[in-house]
């Protein structure tokens, strides 16, 4: 588990970029890991299709935090196939998959050390499943 403690990991957590709460958001989704009892939740504004704004609120571990930040640093001006995308990268690297060299995410990389722990990768995609989950929601309402 110490391995999962590195210090990119905790400083991506620590800085929280995102962390907070709109008014008015266009779609907002809470999801919730039963396993290990965190909760996120993701409100979002869009407009033609992309993130204008991406707020987030964690009672999570680290790890999802730092997911969280990581979303909160490049999600901006994406839209819901690019998140999918970079989503599934995400899920290839946890499983040892090759990832596609498509991903410019800054920092992703730094999950790698989650790939042998399986029980925490729910713990990482949580996030990216809420973000999609609401730009659907967004979707169905334009």
């Known amino acids: 588990m110490k391995e999962l403690y590195q210090k990119n990991l905790l400083r991506l957590a620590a800085n929280a970029v995102g962390d907070g709460q709109m008014e008015n958001p266009d779609a907002e989704e809470t999801l919730d890991n039963p396993t290990c009892g965190d909760r996120i939740t993701i409100q979002v504004r869009v407009k033609d299709g992309a993130i204008t704004d991406l707020k987030h609120q964690n009672r999570s571990c680290m790890l999802c935090q730092a997911a969280a930040s990581l979303i909160g ?18 899920q290839s690297m946890l499983q040892g998959e090759a990832v596609q060299a498509t991903s410019d995410w800054k920092d992703i990389e730094f999950f790698n050390v989650v790939a042998s722990h399986k029980s925490r990768h729910h713990c990482v995609l949580l996030p990216f499943d809420a973000l999609i989950k609401a730009l659907e929601a967004a979707k169905m309402k334009a």
């Open 73 to 90: 640093e490049n999600a901006m001006g994406r839209e819901l196939e690019e998140i999918a995308s970079t989503r599934n990268n995400l």
